[in-house]
């Protein structure tokens, strides 16, 4: 199968990645599969980190997202009403280099390993089936936080919680099949989309 695998992460020294799930899972598919891994990342200086990665994968996208601005663009994104996690990971590059690898390769199944990453597959053609890997739920890890705070970080913290709900609710409605690690996990998408199939 050829799968496009949107990521939001590459390695880094503080960030290995060698036990993340999402990362072993990776690891795992491209043993069997072509696996296109597409993502964004902040760091300045990436080449070193991409060249880790190719070493585990043979097809690599990313694009980079300048630290500083983006910090300010994602503010003024949840200022505006959407969520800031995925304003932060939005690059008009990494869109138009996905597009142009989907009009030039018949990728079988879009896996999306982040809430993050949904607006990218929801750009994709409707032929391409979408698999959604919310793990524990981004939106639950910001509630969490938020309830460990007081004031305004708390009530920041909330608010990014629901604009990433959002988030999820549409990329369990457009998916295929949606992914959780947890039982907790399943009952919360199927809360929010009784009609996704999850597992």
């Known amino acids: 199968m050829n799968i496009l695998m949107l990521a939001p992460w590459l390695p880094t020294k503080r960030r290995p990645l060698a036990n993340e799930r999402l990362h072993q899972f990776a690891r795992h598919l491209a043993k069997e599969h072509r696996l296109t891994l597409a993502c964004a990342t902040d760091h300045p200086n990436p080449f070193a980190a991409v060249s880790a990665l190719r070493e585990r994968f043979d097809d690599l996208e ?38 142009d690898r989907v009009r030039s390769t018949p990728f079988d199944v879009a896996y999306v390993a982040s809430t993050s990453m949904i607006p990218y597959a929801v750009d994709l053609a409707p032929a391409v089936p979408v698999v959604v ?37 549409m990329g369990a409605r457009h998916a295929t099949r949606c992914l959780v690690s947890t039982p907790q996990a399943a009952k919360l998408v199927t809360s929010f989309a009784p009609s996704a199939a999850v597992t």
Not at 70 to 80: D, Q
């Open 62 to 99: 990313f694009a980079v997202v300048p630290n500083r601005w983006k910090r300010l663009w994602s503010v003024a994104h949840l200022a505006a009403g959407l969520s800031a996690e995925v304003a932060y990971f939005s690059s008009a590059a990494l869109r138009t280099r996905i597009r």
């Open 133 to 169: 890997d919310f793990g524990d739920l981004d939106s639950e890890w910001w509630r969490e936080r938020s309830r460990r705070f007081s004031g305004l970080k708390a009530k920041v913290y909330e608010t990014e919680a629901e604009r990433l709900r959002t988030v999820e609710i």
